[in-house]
Protein backbone atom coordinates (compact mmCIF):
# COMPACT_ATOMS: atom_id res chain seq x y z
CA UNK A 1 0.00 0.00 0.00
CA UNK A 2 2.78 2.45 0.72
CA UNK A 3 4.47 1.74 -2.83
CA UNK A 4 1.06 2.48 -4.51
CA UNK A 5 0.67 5.63 -2.42
CA UNK A 6 4.36 7.18 -3.77
CA UNK A 7 3.79 6.00 -7.26
CA UNK A 8 0.14 8.09 -7.12
CA UNK A 9 1.91 11.12 -5.50
CA UNK A 10 4.74 10.79 -8.03
CA UNK A 11 2.02 11.05 -10.77
CA UNK A 12 -0.32 14.21 -9.33
CA UNK A 13 3.12 15.93 -9.24
CA UNK A 14 4.01 15.28 -13.12
CA UNK A 15 0.68 16.21 -14.46
CA UNK A 16 0.81 19.24 -12.38
CA UNK A 17 3.86 20.60 -14.09
CA UNK A 18 2.68 19.41 -17.10
CA UNK A 19 5.86 17.97 -17.70
CA UNK A 20 3.60 14.91 -18.29
CA UNK A 21 3.23 12.42 -21.78
CA UNK A 22 5.93 14.92 -23.67
CA UNK A 23 7.84 13.27 -26.36
CA UNK A 24 11.21 14.41 -28.50
CA UNK A 25 9.69 16.75 -31.85
CA UNK A 26 10.24 15.07 -34.88
CA UNK A 27 14.10 16.70 -36.02
CA UNK A 28 12.25 16.73 -40.03
CA UNK A 29 9.80 19.38 -39.38
CA UNK A 30 8.22 21.07 -42.34
CA UNK A 31 10.15 24.10 -44.14
CA UNK A 32 8.89 27.58 -42.05
CA UNK A 33 8.06 25.48 -38.51
CA UNK A 34 11.74 24.51 -37.68
CA UNK A 35 12.65 25.02 -34.25
CA UNK A 36 16.00 27.75 -33.89
CA UNK A 37 17.24 26.23 -30.57
CA UNK A 38 18.18 22.31 -30.09
CA UNK A 39 15.44 20.16 -30.19
CA UNK A 40 17.28 17.49 -28.04
CA UNK A 41 16.87 20.23 -25.62
CA UNK A 42 12.84 20.77 -25.81
CA UNK A 43 10.05 19.18 -23.71
CA UNK A 44 6.81 19.29 -26.02
CA UNK A 45 3.62 18.33 -24.32
CA UNK A 46 0.64 16.77 -26.33
CA UNK A 47 -2.00 18.83 -24.36
CA UNK A 48 -2.33 21.58 -26.18
CA UNK A 49 -2.34 25.49 -25.60
CA UNK A 50 -2.78 27.36 -22.42
CA UNK A 51 -3.55 23.79 -20.03
CA UNK A 52 -2.06 26.40 -17.60
CA UNK A 53 -4.38 29.64 -18.16
CA UNK A 54 -2.57 32.93 -18.30
CA UNK A 55 -4.30 35.88 -16.73
CA UNK A 56 -5.84 38.28 -19.71
CA UNK A 57 -7.71 40.59 -17.71
CA UNK A 58 -5.84 41.54 -14.51
CA UNK A 59 -7.81 42.71 -11.69
CA UNK A 60 -6.08 44.69 -9.16
CA UNK A 61 -6.43 45.92 -5.33
CA UNK A 62 -4.60 49.11 -3.47
CA UNK A 63 -2.25 48.18 -1.17
CA UNK A 64 -4.45 47.80 1.70
CA UNK A 65 -6.51 45.16 0.44
CA UNK A 66 -3.55 43.27 -0.54
CA UNK A 67 -3.77 39.66 1.36
CA UNK A 68 0.33 39.05 1.20
CA UNK A 69 2.44 39.24 4.33
CA UNK A 70 6.04 40.91 4.40
CA UNK A 71 7.79 38.33 3.50
CA UNK A 72 5.95 37.51 0.31
CA UNK A 73 7.97 37.88 -3.18
CA UNK A 74 6.62 40.00 -5.64
CA UNK A 75 7.32 41.93 -8.69
CA UNK A 76 6.56 45.74 -9.31
CA UNK A 77 6.75 47.47 -12.58
CA UNK A 78 7.00 51.01 -13.19
CA UNK A 79 5.28 52.74 -16.68
CA UNK A 80 5.22 56.72 -16.29
CA UNK A 81 3.75 56.88 -12.60
CA UNK A 82 1.89 53.83 -12.47
CA UNK A 83 3.40 51.10 -10.08
CA UNK A 84 1.43 47.82 -10.59
CA UNK A 85 2.56 44.85 -8.43
CA UNK A 86 2.38 40.48 -9.62
CA UNK A 87 2.79 38.57 -6.39
CA UNK A 88 4.80 35.55 -7.19
CA UNK A 89 2.19 33.24 -5.78
CA UNK A 90 -0.03 33.84 -8.96
CA UNK A 91 2.65 33.97 -11.47
CA UNK A 92 3.34 30.63 -10.39
CA UNK A 93 -0.26 28.94 -11.10
CA UNK A 94 -0.61 31.41 -14.52
CA UNK A 95 2.90 31.94 -15.61
CA UNK A 96 1.54 34.66 -18.02
CA UNK A 97 -0.21 38.09 -17.05
CA UNK A 98 -0.78 40.04 -20.60
CA UNK A 99 -1.42 43.77 -18.72
CA UNK A 100 -1.40 47.25 -20.43
CA UNK A 101 -0.56 50.35 -18.66
CA UNK A 102 -2.77 53.02 -20.74
CA UNK A 103 -0.79 52.76 -24.46
CA UNK A 104 1.89 50.53 -23.04
CA UNK A 105 0.86 46.69 -23.71
CA UNK A 106 3.06 44.78 -21.40
CA UNK A 107 3.32 40.62 -20.79
CA UNK A 108 5.21 39.58 -17.42
CA UNK A 109 6.35 36.12 -17.26
CA UNK A 110 7.22 33.64 -14.81
CA UNK A 111 8.83 30.13 -15.03
CA UNK A 112 8.54 27.97 -11.60
CA UNK A 113 11.17 25.54 -13.17
CA UNK A 114 13.48 28.22 -13.54
CA UNK A 115 12.30 30.86 -11.16
CA UNK A 116 12.99 33.18 -14.18
CA UNK A 117 10.22 36.19 -13.87
CA UNK A 118 10.88 38.30 -17.16
CA UNK A 119 8.44 41.10 -18.43
CA UNK A 120 8.52 42.28 -22.48
CA UNK A 121 6.65 44.62 -24.66
CA UNK A 122 3.55 42.94 -25.94
CA UNK A 123 3.34 45.04 -29.31
CA UNK A 124 4.90 43.43 -32.07
CA UNK A 125 5.53 45.24 -36.01
CA UNK A 126 2.94 47.62 -34.47
CA UNK A 127 0.74 44.60 -33.62
CA UNK A 128 -0.84 44.35 -30.12
CA UNK A 129 -0.28 40.61 -29.22
CA UNK A 130 -1.15 38.26 -26.22
CA UNK A 131 0.89 35.33 -25.19
CA UNK A 132 -0.32 32.11 -23.62
CA UNK A 133 1.57 29.19 -21.66
CA UNK A 134 2.33 26.50 -24.97
CA UNK A 135 3.12 23.96 -22.46
CA UNK A 136 6.46 22.96 -23.98
CA UNK A 137 9.59 23.82 -22.39
CA UNK A 138 13.12 24.53 -23.48
CA UNK A 139 16.00 23.62 -21.01
CA UNK A 140 13.26 23.44 -18.93
CA UNK A 141 11.63 27.24 -18.94
CA UNK A 142 8.95 28.64 -20.18
CA UNK A 143 7.68 28.73 -24.26
CA UNK A 144 5.07 31.03 -24.15
CA UNK A 145 3.34 31.30 -27.99
CA UNK A 146 1.89 34.17 -29.04
CA UNK A 147 -2.02 34.16 -30.46
CA UNK A 148 -1.71 36.40 -33.64
CA UNK A 149 1.13 34.55 -35.60
CA UNK A 150 1.27 31.45 -33.30
CA UNK A 151 4.94 31.85 -32.72
CA UNK A 152 6.83 30.20 -29.88
CA UNK A 153 9.03 32.09 -27.69
CA UNK A 154 11.84 31.64 -25.73
CA UNK A 155 11.07 33.42 -22.04
CA UNK A 156 15.15 33.50 -20.83
CA UNK A 157 16.28 34.13 -24.32
CA UNK A 158 13.69 36.76 -25.30
CA UNK A 159 13.44 35.57 -28.42
CA UNK A 160 11.23 34.11 -31.16
CA UNK A 161 12.56 30.53 -31.55
CA UNK A 162 9.76 28.73 -34.16
CA UNK A 163 7.25 30.61 -36.65
CA UNK A 164 6.63 33.27 -38.48
CA UNK A 165 8.45 35.52 -35.46
CA UNK A 166 11.03 33.47 -35.30
CA UNK A 167 14.57 34.82 -34.44
CA UNK A 168 12.87 38.11 -33.49
CA UNK A 169 14.46 39.81 -30.41
CA UNK A 170 11.45 40.53 -27.55
CA UNK A 171 12.22 44.53 -25.75
CA UNK A 172 12.90 43.66 -22.37
CA UNK A 173 10.64 45.92 -19.72
CA UNK A 174 12.07 46.56 -16.20
CA UNK A 175 10.89 44.20 -13.78
CA UNK A 176 11.73 44.72 -10.11
CA UNK A 177 11.90 41.62 -7.67
CA UNK A 178 11.83 42.35 -3.59
CA UNK A 179 9.99 41.46 -0.48
CA UNK A 180 6.40 42.78 -0.01
CA UNK A 181 7.56 44.79 2.88
CA UNK A 182 9.69 46.93 0.83
CA UNK A 183 7.79 47.17 -2.27
CA UNK A 184 4.52 48.44 -0.18
CA UNK A 185 6.79 51.10 1.88
CA UNK A 186 8.71 51.95 -1.31
CA UNK A 187 5.33 52.55 -3.16
CA UNK A 188 2.23 52.69 -0.67
CA UNK A 189 -0.27 54.09 -3.77
CA UNK A 190 0.86 51.16 -6.17
CA UNK A 191 -1.95 48.08 -7.09
CA UNK A 192 -1.50 44.68 -6.64
CA UNK A 193 -2.58 42.03 -8.52
CA UNK A 194 -5.11 39.31 -7.81
CA UNK A 195 -5.91 36.16 -8.64
CA UNK A 196 -10.31 36.28 -9.43
CA UNK A 197 -10.05 33.31 -11.78
CA UNK A 198 -10.15 30.61 -9.49
CA UNK A 199 -7.84 28.17 -11.88
CA UNK A 200 -5.62 25.58 -9.73
CA UNK A 201 -2.93 24.06 -12.10
CA UNK A 202 -4.51 20.67 -13.60
CA UNK A 203 -7.08 20.87 -10.47
CA UNK A 204 -4.85 18.36 -8.15
CA UNK A 205 -1.72 19.99 -7.06
CA UNK A 206 -0.42 23.50 -7.91
CA UNK A 207 2.97 23.91 -10.61
CA UNK A 208 5.31 24.89 -7.64
CA UNK A 209 5.69 21.12 -6.65
CA UNK A 210 7.41 20.83 -9.60
CA UNK A 211 10.23 22.77 -8.99
CA UNK A 212 13.93 22.23 -9.01
CA UNK A 213 16.07 21.80 -5.93
CA UNK A 214 18.89 23.03 -7.80
CA UNK A 215 21.66 21.21 -5.13
CA UNK A 216 25.13 22.15 -6.74
CA UNK A 217 24.10 22.15 -10.05
CA UNK A 218 26.69 24.11 -12.52
CA UNK A 219 30.25 25.24 -12.66
CA UNK A 220 31.30 28.65 -13.27
CA UNK A 221 34.49 28.20 -15.71
CA UNK A 222 37.15 28.50 -12.84
CA UNK A 223 35.41 25.06 -11.32
CA UNK A 224 33.57 26.57 -8.45
CA UNK A 225 30.12 25.16 -7.61
CA UNK A 226 27.17 26.90 -8.89
CA UNK A 227 23.78 26.53 -6.97
CA UNK A 228 20.95 28.56 -5.63
CA UNK A 229 19.74 31.43 -7.13
CA UNK A 230 20.97 34.58 -9.25
CA UNK A 231 20.48 37.70 -10.41
CA UNK A 232 21.80 38.20 -13.82
CA UNK A 233 22.86 40.51 -16.52
CA UNK A 234 22.66 39.71 -19.94
CA UNK A 235 23.15 40.37 -23.25
CA UNK A 236 21.09 39.83 -25.93
CA UNK A 237 22.82 37.53 -28.87
CA UNK A 238 20.26 35.43 -28.67
CA UNK A 239 20.29 32.74 -32.17
CA UNK A 240 23.95 32.67 -33.10
CA UNK A 241 25.62 32.80 -29.83
CA UNK A 242 28.06 34.63 -28.01
CA UNK A 243 25.69 34.46 -24.71
CA UNK A 244 27.27 36.20 -21.45
CA UNK A 245 25.99 36.84 -18.35
CA UNK A 246 27.14 38.42 -15.17
CA UNK A 247 25.62 36.67 -12.24
CA UNK A 248 25.25 37.94 -8.39
CA UNK A 249 23.74 36.79 -5.38
CA UNK A 250 22.94 38.29 -2.14
CA UNK A 251 26.48 37.47 -0.37
CA UNK A 252 27.99 40.24 -3.23
CA UNK A 253 26.40 42.88 -0.98
CA UNK A 254 26.11 44.14 2.62
CA UNK A 255 23.58 43.17 3.69
CA UNK A 256 22.23 47.20 4.46
CA UNK A 257 22.88 47.79 0.83
CA UNK A 258 25.83 48.07 -1.46
CA UNK A 259 26.36 49.81 -4.77
CA UNK A 260 28.59 48.16 -7.15
CA UNK A 261 30.29 50.20 -10.25
CA UNK A 262 31.36 47.76 -13.47
CA UNK A 263 31.51 46.92 -16.88
CA UNK A 264 29.55 44.80 -18.93
CA UNK A 265 29.72 44.66 -22.85
CA UNK A 266 31.36 47.54 -22.73
CA UNK A 267 28.88 49.26 -20.77
CA UNK A 268 29.53 51.33 -17.27
CA UNK A 269 26.78 49.54 -15.05
CA UNK A 270 25.75 49.86 -11.41
CA UNK A 271 24.33 47.18 -9.40
CA UNK A 272 22.79 47.92 -6.05
CA UNK A 273 21.80 44.80 -3.57
CA UNK A 274 20.29 44.83 0.04
CA UNK A 275 19.95 41.31 1.32
CA UNK A 276 17.26 42.69 3.65
CA UNK A 277 15.23 44.32 0.88
CA UNK A 278 15.65 40.92 -1.05
CA UNK A 279 16.84 43.56 -3.73
CA UNK A 280 19.22 42.97 -6.57
CA UNK A 281 18.99 45.87 -9.65
CA UNK A 282 21.05 47.09 -12.16
CA UNK A 283 21.28 50.27 -13.87
CA UNK A 284 23.30 51.57 -17.27
CA UNK A 285 25.06 54.89 -16.07
CA UNK A 286 26.85 55.46 -19.94
CA UNK A 287 24.38 58.66 -20.48
CA UNK A 288 24.48 59.94 -16.61
CA UNK A 289 26.63 63.20 -16.20
CA UNK A 290 27.60 61.50 -12.42
CA UNK A 291 30.45 59.89 -11.56
CA UNK A 292 29.95 58.30 -8.25
CA UNK A 293 26.72 56.62 -6.60
CA UNK A 294 26.28 56.09 -2.77
CA UNK A 295 23.82 53.58 -1.10
CA UNK A 296 21.00 55.17 0.90
CA UNK A 297 20.12 53.28 3.94
CA UNK A 298 16.24 53.55 5.65
CA UNK A 299 15.03 56.07 3.00
CA UNK A 300 12.86 54.00 0.63
CA UNK A 301 11.43 54.63 -1.85
CA UNK A 302 15.20 56.02 -2.67
CA UNK A 303 17.75 53.33 -2.30
CA UNK A 304 20.75 55.73 -3.69
CA UNK A 305 22.47 58.77 -4.40
CA UNK A 306 24.51 60.38 -7.05
CA UNK A 307 27.37 63.13 -6.47
CA UNK A 308 25.02 65.53 -8.22
CA UNK A 309 22.56 65.30 -5.19
CA UNK A 310 20.14 63.29 -7.26
CA UNK A 311 17.91 60.43 -5.65
CA UNK A 312 16.84 57.34 -6.99
CA UNK A 313 14.13 54.66 -6.48
CA UNK A 314 14.15 51.43 -6.88
CA UNK A 315 13.30 51.62 -10.51
CA UNK A 316 15.80 54.23 -10.97
CA UNK A 317 13.46 57.36 -11.14
CA UNK A 318 14.94 59.94 -10.34
CA UNK A 319 12.41 61.08 -7.35
CA UNK A 320 14.42 64.52 -5.68
CA UNK A 321 17.12 66.17 -7.13
CA UNK A 322 18.51 68.53 -10.54
CA UNK A 323 17.14 65.74 -12.21
CA UNK A 324 14.38 64.74 -10.75
CA UNK A 325 11.60 62.57 -13.16
CA UNK A 326 14.22 61.29 -15.47
CA UNK A 327 14.88 57.45 -14.95
CA UNK A 328 18.19 55.67 -15.39
CA UNK A 329 18.14 52.69 -18.51
CA UNK A 330 18.55 49.09 -16.93
CA UNK A 331 20.31 46.23 -19.10
CA UNK A 332 18.77 43.32 -20.14
CA UNK A 333 18.51 41.13 -16.24
CA UNK A 334 16.83 38.75 -14.58
CA UNK A 335 16.73 36.36 -11.68
CA UNK A 336 17.16 32.62 -12.28
CA UNK A 337 17.84 29.31 -10.89
CA UNK A 338 21.39 28.26 -11.12
CA UNK A 339 20.21 25.08 -13.58
CA UNK A 340 18.63 27.66 -16.00
CA UNK A 341 22.30 30.18 -16.19
CA UNK A 342 24.15 26.80 -16.51
CA UNK A 343 21.84 25.81 -19.61
CA UNK A 344 21.33 28.59 -21.73
CA UNK A 345 24.62 30.54 -20.98
CA UNK A 346 26.59 26.87 -20.97
CA UNK A 347 30.24 28.05 -18.88
CA UNK A 348 29.69 31.70 -20.86
CA UNK A 349 29.02 33.26 -17.04
CA UNK A 350 31.25 34.73 -14.33
CA UNK A 351 29.91 34.82 -10.69
CA UNK A 352 31.04 38.47 -9.49
CA UNK A 353 32.88 38.42 -7.02
Known amino acids: MKNITIVLILIIILTGCGKDKVFSPSKNVSKGNDWLVSTDDLLISDFGKDRIQSIDSPHFVDVLNAELTNNNIVYAFRFKDVIKV ?16 EDYYYVVTYCPLTGSAIAWNRTIDDTITEFGVSGHLYNENLIPYDRNSNSYWSQMKLSGIRGYYGGTSLTESLLVKSNWETIRTAFPNSRVLVDTSGHICNDSVCITNCLFKNQGVGSTETGEPLSGSYFGITNNSIIVGGNLALLFNYETFLDSGQIIKTRFINKDVIVYGNKVYELIIAFNIGNHEATHFYPVYNNLPVIFRDNLGNSFDLTGLIVDGPKKGTQLKS ?10 WKAFFNGSYEVYD
Open 331 to 340: PISYWANSIA
Open 86 to 101: YPQRILERHEIVNDNI
